[in-house]
């Protein structure tokens, strides 16, 4: 029965590992596709204040609510810019702290909503898959351990002083 239950304890620690290595192996693919989504809001954003600067779509509006406009443009115009120049510019062991630093939520939904995962072959796609099946292994041993803690603990032999009844 113990040999059935450690197999059964290295399979179940494989598993998680294995889950969690083609998880995080999946980030660099997922950060790629976030910063080409990312560089279409750039684009639109851009041709939107380029837009409002010619004064060709923006005749009808006054010149407060213009103002305000075109301000709140180019602030979303220079934060997504710098989100993109940020998590791209950033070295592939650094890069996914960059970019949960970065993320626009709305985007990063996006994103995941057409998220197509895909078999990463570079090395920081490697370096990734091991982290993930490391973290997978140290996850499944500190949620395993209360356990083996209790069982250990109910079988473990109780005292003399406590097997003796007392007349």
């Given amino acids: 029965m113990r040999w059935t239950l450690r197999k059964c304890d290295t399979l179940l620690g494989t598993i998680l590992a294995a889950v969690a290595g083609l998880c995080f192996a999946q980030l660099p693919a997922f ?6 989504r990312l560089g279409g809001h ?5 041709l939107s204040l380029t837009q409002i600067l010619d004064g060709e779509s923006t005749r009808a509006l006054d010149a407060p609510t213009l103002e305000v406009l075109t301000v709140s443009l180019q602030q979303r115009v220079t934060a997504l810019e710098a989100g993109e120049q940020a998590i791209s510019g950033a070295s592939a062991s650094v890069r996914p702290f960059v970019f949960l630093r970065e993320f626009d939520m709305d985007i990063a939904a996006a994103t ?3 998220f197509e995962p895909a078999l990463p072959l570079s090395f920081a796609g490697l370096i ?3 982290a993930g099946i490391v973290a997978g292994w140290l996850l499944y041993e500190l ?6 803690m209790l069982a ?7 005292p003399i002083s406590e097997r003796i009844e007392p007349r």
């Fill in 31 to 36: 950060i790629q596709q976030y910063l080409q």
């Fill in 42 to 46: 750039v684009d639109e954003a851009l």
């Fill in 112 to 114: 995941l909503r057409v």
């Fill in 128 to 130: 990734y898959a091991l």
């Fill in 143 to 148: 949620f395993k351990a209360p356990v083996g």
């Fill in 152 to 158: 250990r603990r109910r079988n473990r032999p109780r």
